[in-house]
């Protein structure tokens, strides 16, 4: 994308007032890195009396003090932290040495500040077993919830990155058995989607069993994403704009036919196909719309998914 088409500054404010509007309650803002953008403060400044609540998702690497407290003061108490893995696993990802360690600087003095925080890890075949090593670490954080979900196969993900469906219940069954370990946890973990597994989950806490064994997606739903260039998705995932925000305003795209159509088929696709033959399709609701749209089609079970499916039978 042409740095060119990226929303101004006026637009963004004008973006905000729509939400105010609305009496939207929660705006999350999400990059690239939020950090970098010269004009963050000012936007939040002027969303901080309009908008309830305000999240930010960073790699934490440009987290000081100041940056902190700067964040705390125009109302921005919840972060999500990017972490692929441990230390050496991270910094080789990242490209760049010393981010774990920033990360976990940021983490912890955020937590300090009073700031809601949560991790948010994706799972590959490069680094499931590093996020296995990177749950030791997090769990002896203060910290809301560590997030672990599989890479999504979309755009220029390289396909060498995703797991096989065999790969990802392995993945599950150790996690779980990771958190059982710590008996119990000191923070919730959170794995999306999960198959079927709620025999694994039995000495799990409920927390974790809410957040984990029941996948909801809120894409049109009740949220939507506008990206940098005013194009308008149902998330980060399903990049399918329904319009863009510079020919028409927020309300009348949420209730544009387009919205709606894709909204229904994102909150169905468990009804139709593979999963629509599956007894277990109300617990996982059919995974992750965009796994399916971006792997073997959207009458296809998730890529991920590794229950053998019989007419309202599972194994």
């Keep these: 994308m042409k740095r060119e088409d990226n929303l101004t500054k006026m637009e963004i404010y004008n973006i905000i007032d729509q939400l105010q509007m609305l009496s939207v309650k929660r705006l999350g803002i999400t990059g690239g890195e939020p950090l970098c ?82 991790v948010r890890s994706v799972i590959t075949k490069y680094n499931a077993k590093n996020i296995l090593n990177l749950m030791d670490i997090t769990n002896g954080f203060r910290i809301k919830r560590h997030e672990m979900l599989p890479v999504c196969p979309m755009g220029r993900t390289n396909k060498e990155m995703v797991l096989t469906s065999e790969e990802y219940k392995q993945f599950l069954i150790q996690a779980i058995a990771k958190i059982k370990s710590f008996n119990p946890p000191n923070i919730v973990f959170q794995l999306k989607p999960v198959f079927h597994q709620d025999d694994l989950f039995k000495a799990v806490n409920d927390d974790c069993r809410e957040k984990s064994l029941t996948y909801n997606c809120d894409a049109f739903d009740t949220s939507m994403e506008i990206g940098s260039n005013g194009e308008v998705y149902g998330c980060s995932f399903v990049r399918i704009p329904v319009s863009n925000i510079r020919e028409q305003g927020i309300s009348s795209i949420w209730y544009s036919e387009e919205a709606i159509k894709l909204g229904n088929e994102i909150m169905n696709h468990n009804q139709i196909g593979e999963c629509a033959e599956c007894a277990d399709n109300a617990k996982c609701n059919g995974g992750c719309y965009a796994n399916k749209l971006y792997g073997e089609g959207t009458d296809k079970k998730d890529i991920y998914c590794f229950v053998k499916r019989r007419k309202n039978h599972v194994q």
Excluded: C
């Design 37 to 118: 953008d010269k004009n963050l403060f000012d936007y939040l400044k002027y969303a901080q009396k309009k908008i309830p609540t305000i999240v930010l998702a960073t790699n934490g690497y440009l987290m000081e003090q100041n940056v902190i407290t700067k964040l705390k003061s125009y109302n921005v108490n919840k972060v999500t932290v990017s972490l692929d893995g441990t230390k050496e696993f991270h910094d080789s990802f990242r490209g760049r040495k010393g981010a774990f360690e920033h990360a976990i600087k940021a983490i912890k003095l955020m937590v300090d500040a009073g700031m809601e925080v949560k």
